[in-house]
């Protein structure tokens, strides 16, 4: 049974960081591409970052770029988006999904249950 559960979440001031992590179980970890989708209050689902099996490719959207890291843990089986300089437009229910690919969000089945970002001073 495939099993996401992201965690890192919370309340932060504009200009703030946090660092979300995924743990996935349930399959093959090393094996797929894996992506953070996000979605605001009253908008669709946003791709925001990206990274290949190995970890030797990373991509992210625009709106993002610069400020955000994906990586992962292939050993640990762990997925983690660092993100800095937080601004009030990142407040969104983050998810971590399994596949994906440069600005396609994954099936919504592929998804865990998602940790919230609230950025506000």
């Known amino acids: 049974q495939v099993q996401l559960v992201e965690s890192g979440g919370g309340l932060v001031q504009p200009g703030g960081s946090l660092r979300l992590s995924c743990a996935a179980s349930?399959?093959?970890?090393?094996?797929?591409?894996m992506s953070w989708v996000r979605q605001a209050p009253g908008k669709g689902p946003e791709w925001v970052s990206g990274i290949n099996n190995v970890g030797t490719a990373t991509t992210s959207a625009n709106s993002v770029k610069g400020r955000f890291t994906i990586s992962r843990d292939n050993a640990k089986n762990t997925l983690y988006l660092q993100m800095n300089s937080l601004k009030p437009e990142d407040t969104a229910l983050y998810y971590c999904a399994r596949g994906g690919a440069p600005s396609i969000v994954p099936a919504r089945g592929s998804w865990g249950r998602g940790t919230q970002v609230t950025v506000s001073s």
């Open positions: 349930g399959f093959s970890f090393s094996s797929y591409y």
